[in-house]
């Protein structure tokens, strides 16, 4: 199981940008998809996470609204759409797989067991 994020870069405030998690050796249906992000000094914190099984996702207050997610099953390929991006949302971000955690679980790292290299996202004028 691998994953591979990618798509950051330095961007302005109210920008635009659209991260991507390439998917292997895996079913991405099969599979509870976190992003996750980590600020320079700061701990790592749950972005959002699209649920197996029924496909529903959920966002932490800090992107909701501003961030959307999108999924090509064919190329198994997972978006993170991130829109009106303030320079609070300066950090490295990473996606993660985890089997079917629970609704109440998914902002927690350990439920996730499958982790990407990060990708930092730089917002800044």
């Known amino acids: 199981v691998q994953l591979q994020a990618s798509g950051g870069g330095l961007v302005q405030p109210g920008g635009s940008l659209r991260l991507s998690c390439a998917a292997s050796?895996?079913?991405?249906?099969?599979?509870?998809i976190g992003w996750f992000r980590q600020a320079p000094g700061k701990k790592r914190e749950w972005v959002s996470s699209?649920?197996?099984?029924?496909?529903?996702?959920y966002w932490a207050d800090s992107v909701k609204g501003r961030f959307a997610d999108s999924r090509d099953n064919a190329k198994k390929v997972v978006y993170l759409q991130m829109n009106s991006l303030k320079p609070e949302d300066t950090a490295v971000y990473y996606c993660?797989?985890?089997?079917?955690?629970?609704?109440?679980?998914?902002?927690?790292?350990?439920?996730?067991?499958?982790w990407g290299n990060g990708t930092l996202v730089t917002v800044s004028s």
């Open positions: 993660a797989a985890g089997p079917r955690p629970i609704l109440s679980a998914l902002h927690l790292m350990a439920s996730y067991s499958y």
């Open positions: 050796g895996f079913s991405l249906d099969r599979y509870t």
């Open positions: 699209r649920r197996s099984g029924d496909g529903r996702t």
